[in-house]
């Protein structure tokens, strides 16, 4: 290098570019983004032909119907309904019969260890406790999930989540909040933890954290099997059966709306109070419809989302299926653990519509949503008694004959599912998204306390009505 | 030992521990308050003896006293304080700042013109309520995060009121402006700067509409409002707040102003300019809204907003506030064959 000057110091570089920041035109930084935008455009005017045809295109036409006034909203619906639908009548049989192999290997393999002369309680813990929780996660979760996740996957493929978005953009602008709130809130039907890192598209820190704290209020797919199987073993058997697993889809679909309905109520309450400000800048792509790519979406739904999330039900299950199994047989004082918790909590579920065991189940299936069921299951049937549920008829039978379920219960149960805490995964991801304990404190505990008077209104209103 | 015993003595080592934890004890916070109230008195009052100074008309005990909310004696001691360490001048009637107490000063302003800057173009903080808020943090950051909070906000040159920011080198320009008020009627003029204290009267001037960078003209005025038009509607202000309005000379007749949001589905415009700073321009910018650009409303919600608009082959789809910070000149022949 040869320079007549002698180099500059760094404090000096750091005057100078001072003085120029000062002399700068207050537009060159539009200056610079036109330039780039100019020299894309003048490349793209000799690179690419665009024919703009006579009419309008196929995407046009598809634009005006599904963001029409009159059939944008019932679209929507109707598409949520049908992919539950499809999910409901898809996953039933598969279920039962991946129940009825599952527990045939339990009680083979049961039996085995006795003929071995193994100790009872090992024989329990292993296969009574560890193995069937495995066994009722995989059944009630594994199909429903390998028929919705494609199901999203292809209206995520097609185009139609940003419509979706756009829709029901107006809504969130009346509370305060940000349009791809509705983004966010889709990812949270795959998994709310996904929901609440998705909720990273938002720029506002203020229209983020609302996004983040309300994504909870999606039911996820790990609560989907609690809301499908109470909406067929409640709903569906008030229909005729030919119209049954419409009106389970319907109920589900009726539950997702009181989860909107909820997501925007504590977003502009939260808007007016805690997290005041103006709506932010607005700004949302809407790309053009694209044949969906089958192979691409079976991979990425199956392998991605499926397993994946099977995968991590069935690592909190194992344990859970263990824990409740010592809780059922480890007896003090006459009755088993499971009986002494479920006896305490008893009054307190019963303010809310529920019982003891359910939320017993509740407090252990906080690491996951998935093992409710199972975990209210296994408690119900108890210390080694073999019951076999491999039908739903069976199902009712328990949970409306024995253990004196009443419609009340399935809608309390309902409402408690869509409204409760996050479980502990989301709980994580919210610390981590926020980095606040206070934020994660309130994302945690308020969800939780709606969820006890919303189903406390509930039951006691229906109690004193009925 | 005694189970009361055995209680009262964790109890006390609970409240011991509580006490004196280190950076986290009762104490320590105790400590960190004292030394934040101090700070906070002291920025204040440099802040107050540097405004006055840029007014010309120097500061006093009494205006010190008055600005604070404390006694006189208070304000005398806090003087003595300050001059102790330097930072004012002790020659002369009234208070001037010595060149450190100005630095230190520059320094407070710099910080409380960024943040209003962060809360209203990043948190979106309605303009008559940023003041308090930055007010109380400008005391807390350290001259690193105000230089990080400046780079973040891409280097912004002025407070959202219009005031010029201080430099980190610690210069500050001044504004060539007139009073509303003092203007005269019938002469086309650009709004260059709000004063924003007392917030009662930028909340007036916020209702009434008025804007930084509008242009206006006073169309009559009397002893207790002024009537302004800004090329499309009239508006009243009240010559009170008039006097915190500073506007300067617009070499062009008041224009209306036509706005994206203002196009119905089919029709077209160019952009003319971004009525918007931070994160909202950048946002616009980056999707290609730049001046220049043809833009058409290609079909509204169901709702009627928020509208998608057709800019450079794709759909954008933008509420009615951002269709508003958008100008534009309507273009009215057929879009089709055009880039």
Redesign the interface.
């Known amino acids: 290098m040869t320079t007549t000057t002698a180099t500059p110091s760094p404090p000096e570089i750091l005057e100078r570019a001072e003085r120029l920041r000062r002399g700068l035109d207050l537009s060159f930084r539009d200056q610079i983004v036109e330039a780039i935008y100019s020299d894309a455009q003048r490349i793209a005017s000799h690179a690419v032909r665009a024919k703009r045809p006579a009419g309008p295109t196929w995407d046009e036409k598809l634009d005006r119907i599904l963001t029409s006034k009159l059939w944008g909203f019932p679209i929507m619906l109707a598409g949520l309904a049908l992919v539950f639908w499809i999910t409901i009548i898809g996953a039933n049989y598969p279920s039962q019969a991946i129940a009825f192999a599952l527990f045939k290997i339990e009680d083979w393999a049961s039996a085995l260890f006795n003929s071995l002369g193994a100790p009872w309680w090992l024989t329990g813990f292993l296969w009574h406790g560890i193995y069937r929780g495995l066994a009722w996660v995989v059944s009630v979760m594994l199909p429903p999930m390998a028929i919705f996740f494609p199901l999203f996957t292809i209206l995520e493929n097609l185009g139609y989540l940003p419509r979706v978005a756009f829709n029901m953009d107006w809504l969130f602008k009346k509370v305060g909040a940000h349009g791809k709130q509705a983004l966010t809130m889709s990812m949270g039907f795959g998994c709310n933890a996904a929901g609440v890192i998705a909720c990273r598209v938002i720029d506002s820190p203020r229209e983020r954290l609302i996004a983040i704290l309300t994504n909870n209020f999606v039911p996820c797919n790990g609560r989907f099997p609690t809301l499908i199987m109470l909406g067929i073993v409640f709903v569906a058997a008030a229909f005729p059966p030919a119209v049954a697993s419409i009106a389970a889809a319907g109920s589900v679909v009726g539950v997702v709306l009181i989860g909107v309905f909820f997501t925007l109520l504590v977003s502009w309450t939260l808007s007016r109070t805690v997290l005041k400000g103006e709506a932010s800048s607005f700004t949302l792509e809407l790309p053009p419809y694209r044949r969906p790519n089958i192979g691409q979406i079976l991979y990425t739904s199956i392998v991605d989302r499926t397993l994946f999330v099977l995968w991590r039900a069935v690592l909190m299950a194992a344990p859970a299926g263990g824990v409740i199994w010592l809780l059922s047989n480890i007896s003090l004082g006459g009755d088993s653990l499971t009986g002494w918790i479920s006896g305490f909590l008893g009054p307190l579920g019963h303010a809310i519509g529920l019982d003891g065991v359910i939320l017993l189940a509740y407090i252990i299936a906080i690491p996951a949503n998935e093992i409710v069921v199972p975990t209210i299951l296994m408690a119900y049937t108890g210390a080694g008694m073999m019951i076999e549920i491999d039908s739903l008829r069976e199902l009712q039978q328990l949970l409306v004959g024995q253990e004196g379920w009443t419609l009340l219960t399935a809608v309390c149960l309902m409402l408690f599912s869509l409204l409760h805490n996050p479980c502990s995964t989301t709980i994580w991801t919210i610390y981590k998204e926020t980095g606040s304990a206070r934020w994660t404190t309130i994302g945690a505990l308020m969800p939780l306390a709606i969820a006890f008077v919303v189903c406390f209104i509930v039951a006691q209103a229906a109690r004193l009505l009925i | 030992m005694e189970p009361s015993l055995a209680i009262s003595l964790a109890a006390a080592a609970a409240l011991a521990l509580l006490t004196l934890w280190p950076r986290r004890g009762l104490l320590a916070r105790w400590r960190r308050a004292r030394r934040l109230a101090e700070r906070v008195i002291v920025e204040d009052a440099l802040k107050h003896i540097h405004a006055r100074e840029l007014r010309g008309t120097l500061a006093t005990p009494e205006s010190l006293a008055g600005k604070l909310d404390v006694g006189v004696r208070r304000a005398l001691q806090l003087i003595s304080d300050i001059q102790g360490r330097g930072l004012i001048q002790s020659t002369g009637p009234g208070l001037r700042l010595s060149p450190e107490g100005r630095k230190l000063a520059l320094r407070v302003i710099r910080a409380h013109r960024l943040l209003e800057r962060y809360l209203v173009d ?5 303009l008559e309520a940023i003041h308090a808020t930055a007010d109380r943090r400008e005391h807390t950051m350290t001259v690193e995060e105000v230089d990080a909070l400046e780079a973040q906000l ?2 912004p ?1 002025q407070d959202p009121h219009g005031d010029p920011i201080p ?3 610690g210069t500050l ?1 001044t504004v060539e402006a007139t009073a509303l008020s003092d203007w005269p009627i019938g002469m086309p003029a650009k709004i260059v700067h709000l004063e924003d204290e007392p917030p009662e009267v930028m909340t007036l001037i916020v209702g009434a509409g008025l804007a930084l960078g509008m242009q206006i003209e006073v169309r009559e005025s009397d002893e207790q409002r002024l009537a302004l038009w800004d090329g499309e509607s009239e508006r009243e202000l009240a010559r009170l707040a008039a006097s915190n309005v500073f506007v300067s000379e617009l070499p062009h007749p008041v224009q209306p102003p036509a706005r994206l949001s203002s196009l119905k589905p089919g029709e077209a415009g160019r952009i003319i300019a ?1 009525r ?1 700073e931070g ?10 809204l ?4 043809l833009v058409e409303c ?2 509204p ?6 509208r ?1 608009y057709r800019v ?8 009615r ?2 269709g508003d910070e958008i100008e534009i000149e309507p273009f009215t022949v057929s879009v ?2 055009s ?1």
């Open positions: 990043e948190l979106r903080m309605p891409g280097y040159q430099t980190s080198a320009e971004l918007c994160l909202n321009r950048r946002r616009l910018l980056d999707l290609g730049t001046p220049g650009t290609a079909f919600g169901p709702a009627g907003e928020p998608a450079r082959g794709a759909l954008i789809a933008l509420r506030e951002q089709e064959g880039q």
